[in-house]
């Protein structure tokens, strides 16, 4: 069975903000984007480990796993049962460690 995909809290509000952001400027773009992340973020249940380990993640023992689509950074957490995203961050900001 796959591991259930959830949003954690500010991970879902850094994804609402980023999309009313590009909204701004294009109502057509915004759909793309937020279209292109969720069905990211949904088809990590299928394969968890594609993408490859934060390395912004202190002691990371590889749960902790990056990817970057339309410019932006989306951290995530595979655990047992389910995927957790925890980040998401234009690349053009600077990166944190966490």
Do not use: C
């Not at 594609?50 to 995530?76: M, Q, T």
């Amino acid at each position: 069975m796959n591991p259930k995909v959830k949003w954690d809290h500010l991970a879902r509000l850094q994804f609402k903000e980023a999309i009313s952001y590009i909204r701004k400027d294009s109502f057509a773009n915004s759909e793309k984007v937020r279209q292109g992340i969720l069905e990211a973020s949904r088809a990590l249940a299928a394969h968890p480990k594609k993408h490859p380990a934060d390395k912004d993640k202190i002691n990371n023992d590889g749960s902790y796993r990056v990817f970057v689509l339309y410019r932006y950074r989306i951290s995530y957490k595979i655990e047992n049962s389910e995927i957790t995203i925890l980040r998401l961050r234009h690349s053009s900001m600077d990166q944190q460690e966490y």
